[in-house]
């Protein structure tokens, strides 16, 4: 099982890294105030009306780095610091999140798919708990071919992972192209300089590669409970 352990212990380093250096930058852009003095709602709320958007309501949430779309209640969901403040970090934030209630209102189909693979994922996130617990108990010895208990939590574990690492997939492309639809809507409308949309795109690229973490981490997971089946010894 040393296996296991060494890439939960290599992702979690990696995603320690981009962590970090996510918030670092997001510090560092929030001092890069916007010359239009626009506020993050603001930004949201122009970027949702330019698109002809108007079931969508914007509020702020709790937490820091916590925003979010909801497309169940049509909701985009802003942090403090980004529903208030006005520098190219907020502005960034906020036009992503309007990114993906476009995404919604043009029925963007990778979005389609992620929502309706979630009630899956939720599901194999609580077998995966289950099945790391029995695993951790019982260690290795219970994968080896004769014991039939050990071979079903280790198809139940790759049946979970499949799910979780087609979400992580899925993902990227949702997260890349509600960056992109941010990225051109501010630069095409004059919402920031030159100098504040290399700070924006700056900010969401290092937003983005926390997804490719998780998803690097999930195929990794995937590959090594693969690998023990395929590899089981008698």
Known sequence: MSGFFIIAIVVMLVSMFVSNRLKSK???YSKVRLQNNMSGAEVAARMLADNGI???KIQQVNGKLTDHY???DKTVNLSESVYHERNAAAAAV???ECGHAIQHAEAYAWLGLRSKLVPAVN????VMQFANMIMLVAGGAMFYKGNAMGMTILLVLIAANVFLTVF???TLPVEFDASKRALAWMRNNGIVTSQEYEGSKDSLKWAAMTYVVAAMGALANLMYFLSIFLGRRD
């Not at 599901?123 to 609580?126: D, E, K």
């Open 26 to 28: 997001f510090e560092h």
């Open 54 to 56: 108007r079931d969508v």
């Open 70 to 72: 909801n497309p169940l």
């Open 94 to 96: 906020a036009a992503h």
């Open 123 to 126: 599901v194999s996130a609580r």
């Open 168 to 170: 992580a997939m899925v």
